[in-house]
């Protein structure tokens, strides 16, 4: 067992030292990606505006039920414009994934301490409780790096596009002309 934790450990401070900050690097080279995410998230909200106000006119009167599902829509789109910057935001996630793998490591260290006779007794459920309460903040913090480079591969796909859409504009505007 106590290979494993060494083992463990030793893989917490690899993620911690070096896969985190090149996450981290990733979302710092993509700053032109907030300004599209937001662009698009209030572009999103004015289409879902005009629909919702082009269901209104249709309908003479008014349906609460309408209402209601024009406003979840609303605050689902907002919600996921404010969840996709956030997790643009480079000092945010910098906090995020740190404090969690530290949190993971802290909890590996105090495991070890548990163990060690002239610190305290042995107990076992505590041991057991230290190393899944380290396991789920080492999980969690594989979460959020995951949910980093997905975010940073839509991220990039944005300004991929964005980019190809400005060189067709181009392209065809001085054939206009």
């Known amino acids: 067992m106590t290979g494993f934790i060494d083992i463990y450990a030793k893989l917490i401070i690899a993620v911690v030292s070096f896969i985190a900050p090149l996450m981290v690097y990733l979302l710092s080279v993509y700053s032109d990606g ?24 249709e309908s003479e009167q008014f349906n609460s039920q309408q209402i209601k599902d024009s406003t979840d829509a609303l605050k689902k789109a907002e919600k996921q414009s404010r969840r996709r910057t956030n997790l643009l935001n480079p000092k945010r996630q910098i906090y995020r994934v740190f404090i969690t793998l530290f949190t993971a490591l802290l909890f590996v260290m105090f495991y070890m301490l548990s163990k060690d006779p002239f610190i305290c007794p042995y107990n076992h459920y505590i041991s057991v409780l230290l190393i899944s309460v380290s396991f789920l903040c080492f999980m969690y913090g594989m979460y959020i790096l995951r949910q980093i480079a997905w975010t940073s591969i839509e991220t990039k796909e944005d300004i991929g596009r964005k980019a190809k859409a400005n060189v067709n504009q181009e392209v065809i505007s001085p054939a206009v002309q």
């Open 34 to 57: 907030i300004v599209i995410v937001r662009e698009n998230a209030a572009e999103e909200l004015k289409t879902i505006k005009k629909i919702l106000a082009a269901q209104i006119a």
